[in-house]
């Protein structure tokens, strides 16, 4: 029994070694998460995140505020326009309203004005409210030039983004992880 000890231990030791090495052990990159959107309105479908990087793709900053003033960003950000997306659901009229949902439960309710990118509080630096410059909602996938992390709200979160680094939107239509983009008439 005393010899078993040290020969587990030593196992052990290696293995642990191994994996912290990397040299064994499945790694999976956020690209390769297995992740499922719905498009719903007058119809419904579900595409995956390897069909969502094949659409049409737009960039810009993005740089937002909480509700207790915790500034994020900015950074820059790439995925596919709302808008497009809301399209491939059947389209949206004037007076639709656009729920986009998470995974969490997370719901934010968006008018068509917002889905073309208006009607947002925008702010400088010092959080002095601004005029706002154009602005577009997209479903971002990356960040930087990276997969969008999961604790960044990936691999799919709605993002306000504008051409400049230094406008700041308000952070609670960001949704993370996003699963569901659906379409309400009224």
């Known amino acids: 029994m005393r010899r078993i000890y040290p ?23 956020a690209e390769d998460v297995a992740w499922n959107l719905t498009l719903a309105g007058e119809t419904e479908r579900v595409i995956t995140l390897t069909d969502l990087r094949t659409l049409p793709a737009v960039e810009g900053y993005g740089y937002s505020v909480s509700t207790v003033g915790i500034k994020y960003g900015p950074n820059t950000y790439r995925g596919v326009l709302l808008a497009d997306l809301v399209e491939m659901a059947g389209g949206a009229v004037e007076d639709d309203l656009i729920y986009v949902s998470a995974e969490d439960g997370y719901l934010w309710v968006f008018d068509t004005a917002q889905l073309q990118g208006e ?34 709200g990936g691999p799919l979160r709605l993002v ?11 952070g609670s239509p960001w ?9 309400h008439r009224k």
């Open 7 to 29: 020969v587990l231990a030593a196992v052990m030791l290696i293995g642990i070694a191994v994996l912290a090495s990397g040299c064994i052990g499945a790694t999976s990159g």
């Open 119 to 152: 009607e947002f509080f925008t702010f400088d630096e010092n959080l002095r409210e601004i005029p706002a410059p154009p602005l577009q909602v997209i479903l971002a996938y990356e960040q930087d030039g990276e997969p969008l992390a999961y604790e960044d």
């Open 160 to 170: 306000v983004i504008t051409g400049t680094p230094d406008v700041i939107t308000e």
């Open 175 to 183: 949704v993370k992880w996003v699963d569901r983009i659906e379409v």
